[in-house]
């Protein structure tokens, strides 16, 4: 990501990243039940924050800002059309209902995933490949820990949600990037 | 393998993130190639060849092979 260079591109970075971390608040407030304005205004607050540290020190990898601006809006769609399941989800629908109500986050992972892949092939020869590393070594370690976390269940531990999964494989993505990052240095 | 970026770099007065602007590569890539970490790709290596008017066999020298 190249270093912000005007005020321009830090006030789209500030704007962008308060709108994606306002949605965040917004489905937050709804999900645990406290107020949407706090939820909101919290997140936007936060956001413009995060989209100002980001601009005055942008992290070694480089995306265009342009690109880095559409993961945040993808990000928002993401967690629009999560609010809008979980807000159908808690109405009183009949199964097929159900069943189209999860169309909606489906898109929004469907352009989540295309924008990241979109932001990692802008990246030059060495940046794609470190990134090419951390996801495979992040899907191995994920399989272990799904492969590991089985055999436990089996001796008696509890169910684990599905999303949980996606968190570790989060995790692990960040952890393995640092580590090929550190490698090549 | 090794090479000559550092000093063909030097000669030029050029920092990692002025040359890495040149080759439209990252600072990151272009310190990785010169301390030996990464091996550039073919494309880049001739791109490499070529900003400093060089040979590719000039700037990168491949490891002897074990005897």
């Known amino acids: ?185 | 393998m090794k090479n000559r970026l550092k000093s063909l770099r030097a000669e030029q007065g050029w920092s990692q993130a002025q040359l890495g602007e040149r080759l439209d590569v990252s600072r990151q890539t272009i310190n990785a190639i010169e301390r030996g970490k990464y091996d550039p790709s073919l494309p880049l290596a001739f791109k490499i060849a070529k900003l400093f008017d060089y040979k590719i066999e000039d700037v990168f020298i491949p490891d002897e092979p074990d005897t």
């Open chain 1, 1 to 185: 990501m190249e270093r912000v260079h005007s005020k321009e591109e830090e006030k789209k970075n500030m704007i962008t990243t308060s709108i994606t971390w306002a949605s965040v608040g917004l489905l937050n407030a709804y999900a645990f039940g406290f107020s949407l304005v706090i939820g909101l205004l919290g997140g936007a607050l936060f956001g413009a924050a995060t989209g100002f540290r980001v601009s005055r020190r942008p992290p070694k990898m480089r995306f265009p800002w342009y690109l880095f601006r559409q993961i945040m809006n993808a990000v928002t769609f993401f967690v629009l059309t999560s609010a809008i399941y979980a807000y159908f989800l808690d109405e009183t629908l009949n199964q097929s209902q159900k069943f189209w109500a999860t169309i909606p986050p489906m898109l929004g992972i469907i352009v989540l995933i295309i924008t990241v892949g979109r932001a990692i092939a802008s990246l030059d020869e060495l940046q794609r490949r470190i990134q090419t590393e951390a996801i495979a070594l992040a899907f191995a370690g994920t399989a272990i820990f799904v492969g590991v976390y089985a055999l436990f269940q089996f001796a008696g531990l509890d169910e684990v949600n599905i999303g949980v999964v996606f968190i570790v494989m989060a995790l692990m993505w960040l952890l393995t990037k640092m580590w090929t990052m550190w490698k090549y240095r």
